[in-house]
């Protein structure tokens, strides 16, 4: 019995994830992390499930809310009735799997609402660092008058002349 061959590129590595590498439930598992880190040398990190309570957990789960499903590039159901994989990546982040375009943009509202709580975070944060090192302030310089040009003194003996 023959075994199957996989098409590989230059690299060695196979052009299309294996199927262990998807989540049934929505997402990548390990070996589909690792895949696209040997392939495209990305660093992918599992989405986070739990509660967005760290500035970075914040802004990734955020990021991606916003991105997938403000403007989801296909349905979230599929012919069959079945939630499709982009319905399921919700699911991989901690979300409730939406059946309609209207729910996926409850998502992406609320990846804008988390974006918002981490840009204020980081706003609270710079303030008193800022403040504590502030500059003695400068004193005003005196002005002094800029030397006109040769066409500028042309221009205004001409103009003198004409009056």
């Known amino acids: ?24 439930q929505g997402g990548l598992t390990q070996k589909g992390r690792e895949f696209f880190a040997k392939r495209d040398g990305s660093h992918l990190k599992p989405g986070v ?21 403000s403007h989801p590039r296909g349905p979230m159901i599929d012919p069959k009735g079945q939630p499709t994989r982009l ?16 729910e996926a943009h409850k998502i992406a509202a609320k990846g804008h609402q988390l974006l918002s709580q981490y840009h204020a975070l980081q706003e609270a944060s710079a303030k008193p660092a800022a403040s504590a090192r502030r ?3 400068k004193k005003a310089a005196k002005k002094v008058p800029a030397k006109k040009s040769a066409a500028v003194k042309r221009f205004d003996r001409k103009a003198e002349s004409r009056k």
């Open 1 to 24: 019995m023959a075994t199957k061959k996989t098409a590989t590129n230059k690299t060695g590595t196979p052009k299309s994830m294996p199927r262990e590498g998807r989540n049934p």
């Open 49 to 69: 499930t739990g509660p967005a309570d760290t500035p970075e957990k914040m802004l990734r789960k955020g990021s991606f809310l916003v991105r997938t499903f």
């Open 87 to 102: 319905a399921l990546s919700a699911h991989a982040w901690g979300e409730k799997v939406p059946k309609s375009i209207s």
């Open 135 to 137: 500059a003695p302030a």
